[in-house]
């Protein structure tokens, strides 16, 4: 994850993402860099358009969060239901013994 938050860094400082330039940055940290998985993150983000990566993956939380609500109260009916069917059934369940006490 730190050689992404790397690239991301050179990104937003509006430099130039390449291999020198994140491990410099991982460096800095503190971080042991790895020659061949910096490789990979630079030939991953070729051709990539960061900007629109972020105000995707930025997007994609609101739309999963404007869900929850949705899905939650439509659930929400049906363990209503749940609970008076449980309560119906405990008091026809009292009943029966109360007609065996004086039956």
Known sequence: MEYIYAALLLHKAGKKIDENGVKAVLTAAGVAADESRIKALIAALDGVN??????????????????APAAAHAAAPAKEEHKEEDKKAEEESGMAGLGALFG
């Open 50 to 67: 960061i900007e629109e990566a972020i105000s995707k993956a930025a997007a994609a939380p609101v739309a999963v969060a404007a869900a």
